[in-house]
């Protein structure tokens, strides 16, 4: 067994390249081929920034390449059951970016794909890796606030930046799947992972991006423990300033507040300087900048983790069994917006027992 995990991107966008980012920072982990799906320009583009040293323009074609050892699924939506299928034929293991399915059919077949094929499935949730959420964690673990009584979690930015998160059909839903997804994981991490929830009330509404979507660009989840306590969850399309993620765990004795937007740094830009931050809105007057964005976000502690998990043979910390659950947490939410009633949680004893 080498000590360096070869890894296999599929895809050349925008989460491809914080994720090769990411892996850049790590020494037990490379990058050694690349897929564009049909773009052989945009993937000679990405194989060129990061150095990759092969190129091709199928699912397949990557998955086959035995010089891969771990398959990153950095896709839209609606290829991830593909992607995750040839991968496990191929006897790789597989990290697949948020959300793992377009709903919960998906996301099953995929953890069954991977366990029929005793290979490992890494879920690529950043949030719970970025250093600010691990040192929530920490605190709550050491027992300083007290018992979690509530989460708030909030994601928003002004829209996606590609076009296949806007059909909703395609993508599966819209702002709820997309950015919702990130704040349920950390709500399940904050409360453990052991407590079970039980059923979910939700709104969503299209109010600003009806011209491009038929999907939600805003919405409002609750989500009910066992025991009563619950995780609020908000998701937003319409934030405009950049991406927004805020995360407020209350307890007992005391209260911690993470908020991204409460960045050390500013400018006051009277020309553009070029990329600042993710989803930034304005290239000119107050800013702020993200320094060493791929570590704020995550992207080298997640990669660094699941290659350790890949070389030690053990499970990451962040399964395609916790994709399943979110993407079941999330279907009651889309039954919710229709029925205007609370909905239970259906998940298949089958694939997560108890």
Known sequence: MTDVVRIGMLGSGFIAD???????????????????LGQSSRGADFAKRHGVARTYTSIEALCADPEVDL???ALPNR?????????????KAVVCTKPLGRNATEAGEMLRLVRAAG??????????????????HEIIESGAIGRVLSVRAREGHSGPHASHFWDAEAAGGGTLLDMGCHCIEAARLMFGKDQRI?????????????????GEDNALMLMRYEDGRTATIEASWSAKGGLEARTEVTGADGRIVQDSLSTPLRA????????????????????????????????????????????SGKPPRETFEDGYIVNCLIDAAYRSIRSGHWEKVEIDPALVPG
Do not use: C
Not at 198 to 214: M, N
């Open 18 to 36: 914080f994720y090769s980012q990411g892996i850049a920072y790590l020494r037990n982990a490379v990058v050694v081929a690349s897929a564009s």
């Open 71 to 73: 398959v990153v699924v």
């Open 79 to 91: 290829f991830h059951l593909e992607a995750v299928r040839a991968a496990a034929a191929a006897g």
């Open 119 to 136: 290979v490992m499935g890494g879920y690529a949730e950043n949030i719970v890796f970025a250093p600010e959420i691990i040192k929530m």
């Open 198 to 214: 039980v059923d979910v009330f939700a709104w969503g509404a299209t109010l600003s991006h009806g011209d491009k979507t038929t």
């Open 268 to 311: 006051f830009l009277g020309r553009p300087t070029g990329y600042v931050a993710e989803k930034v809105d304005a290239d000119t007057g107050w800013v702020f900048p993200v320094a060493e964005e791929v570590r704020v976000h995550g992207y080298d502690a997640q990669f660094r983790h699941f290659a350790e998990a890949f070389l």
